[in-house]
């Protein structure tokens, strides 16, 4: 006792013990290196084989066209109201589905395109984009 004086034991101690925290994280990381690959389950399944070789036959593109007077186009081709959903049908029978491309005009009613889109999906067209220009 002759070295220790009562000012020595008051001292605030302004370190952190990080033994514990050690402690504590390798715990964790025993507990889940033993844990993961028991978590891990597997199912067997037979998968079917297939071949990775690329389409041959490229669906072709119908370009539905609304113009800002509400008339539509089928490519090259002006298509009375009555008459688009039976060519719509006769074209989504064919094998593979072509893709519908509408192009609409940006003055055109927003009805329009929508009977044109709603046409589609009733004749069976899976496929239906729009196309767009960027601004400039």
């Not at 891990?40 to 370009?63: C, F, G, R």
């Not at 999906?121 to 601004?135: S, V």
Request: hydrophobic share 45%; proline share 6%.
């Amino acid at each position: 006792m002759a070295g220790f004086t009562a000012d020595d034991t008051d001292e605030v101690m302004s370190e952190i013990n990080m033994v514990p925290f050690i402690d504590v994280m390798l715990v964790l990381l025993i507990v889940f290196i033993i844990t993961v690959p028991v978590m891990k389950h597997a199912v067997n399944v037979e998968l079917p084989n297939v071949s990775n070789e690329k389409e041959l036959i490229k669906p072709e593109t119908l370009n539905l066209s609304v113009q800002a007077d509400g008339s539509y186009f089928l490519g090259e081709e002006r298509i009375s109201d009555d008459a688009l959903p039976a060519r719509l049908t006769a074209e989504s029978t064919k094998e593979p589905q072509p893709e519908l491309h509408i192009r609409g005009d940006k003055e055109v009613r927003y009805e329009r395109v929508a009977m044109a889109m709603a046409a589609a999906q009733q004749a069976g067209l899976k496929k239906i984009g729009f196309i767009t220009e960027p601004k400039r």
